[in-house]
């Protein structure tokens, strides 16, 4: 695995700022949560999408639509969660179990050497 410093610094520059604009539009009492819980789950998923780079192709291009995949479905969650109330468990919970199957998912294909 390599990690491209520029692309990687970008990716975390956009996370940042859709996690600001959480921050700013979120009135609940789990502003904060929200905010930190969808900036590590962009970040993540977000340098994985644009900022690495596998030995194999392959296993570049599969890692990279699955991240891209779980950084919508992250986004549009995030997006659902900012226009409810929710309680921190099941955010917690509901990003925890997707963060999880994330790296589940990426390992496995990094494993397969495709």
């Known amino acids: 695995?390599?990690?491209n410093i520029v692309q990687t610094i970008i990716a975390l520059a956009v996370s940042i700022l859709i996690a600001y604009?959480?921050?700013s539009f979120q009135n609940s009492e789990n502003k904060?949560?929200?905010s930190v819980g969808s900036f590590v789950f962009l970040t993540?998923?977000?340098?994985?999408?644009?900022?690495?780079?596998?030995?194999?192709?392959?296993t570049t291009t599969n890692i990279k639509v699955v991240s891209f995949i779980f950084f919508i479905i992250g986004l549009i969650s995030n997006?659902?969660?900012?226009?409810i109330m929710f309680s921190v468990p099941v955010y917690l919970i509901t990003f925890g179990i997707l963060l999880l199957?994330?790296?589940l998912i990426t390992y496995s294909i990094n494993r397969v050497n495709l």
Request: no cysteine.
């Open 1 to 3: 695995m390599r990690i």
């Open 21 to 23: 604009g959480f921050y």
């Open 32 to 34: 904060i949560l929200f």
């Open 79 to 83: 997006i659902v969660f900012s226009y």
């Open 101 to 103: 199957l994330f790296a």
């Open 44 to 58: 993540i998923t977000l340098v994985m999408t644009i900022g690495v780079r596998f030995r194999q192709i392959r």
